[in-house]
């Protein structure tokens, strides 16, 4: 069947990494490239892996399932990461990512984002080594930090009102302190008031993300555009060096890409120094944003945005958007660079 791919595993190891290099691959062929299901030819994996497919699989609301049985096995040909070779109707696919020195995922999760599904530092770590990626950069939710979960997901949450039981900040700065090596942030949320909810602790700013998560609720289209440039300009008189994916809050909040916003967002970027994160969690950037974003001089970064390990060092997509706006040739000069010391995970051990 057409929408039907192949992957040809030699020894899996269902305790380690590989389950979810596998995952990954269902998700990248659901999304771009309409397969219905994914066959591994091996006759049965633990009932723990499946589940952990199947609930990430529908938690994403994917339409692909994951089965095992008897796949044609080319020769010579097996799997191996970080090359990670699929064999379908049409040929082979790889979602390893090309040759780039010092490449940088700047957006990561940990187990304490309320949206984290099983996010680990160590195995995050290791699944990005795996993958090529040079250094990793993980950012927690600034307001999931000191606002509950309940207060947080309904956009009630400010800054002004933080309670001191409610702040979960000394559970990140022991978790760092407990965690691998590498470049620790925080992905600032800005609250209705445009308080941007930041924390001062040296452990927690590494780098800084800043992120527009919510809209005023009752607000018309135009006055939910307003409301987004407030935001911004908040986020931007903080400090950020990253502005984590652009215009999202829009398109989740299913509204159409204010195209008119990308002018002015990217003359905010380009003069404050701030680049746009390419980022395909629940998104997909906007082109048009993009080349224009480069031609006023502006920045871009990559960030896998991971609340799932299978995310962790997913750069394909990203890698694959710049190649199709012809810009993956500059990325050495377009590519936001941090001055921080930063962790080589390709040379860390296993």
Known sequence: ???????????????????????RAAHYLEEFHGMAELTLDCAEVPAAVQTLWDNSLGLMKRKISIRCGVTPKPEHQVFRAPDFLMYTPSGSLSLGIPEFPDLTDFHLHTRLAYCSENMDVAAALQMERLSGVSHVNFAEHSGQLYAPGEIYWSNRFLWKDRLPFADRTPQYEELIRRSPAALYGLELDVDADAAVADFRSPLLNGYRIGAVHFLGKDLDFAGKKADFLRRLDALLSGGIDILAHPFRVFRKGGLPVPEDLFRPVAERLTAAKVAAEINFHTNRPHPEFVELLLKKGGMISFGTDSHNLYEAGYLRPHYEFCR???????????????TSERTDVSKSKR
């Open 324 to 338: 199709e706006l012809g810009i993956a040739g500059r990325l050495d000069e377009i590519l936001f660079r941090h």
């Open 1 to 23: 069947m057409p929408n039907i791919a192949a992957l040809h595993l030699e020894r899996p190891d269902w305790n380690g990494v590989l389950p979810f290099f596998i995952l």
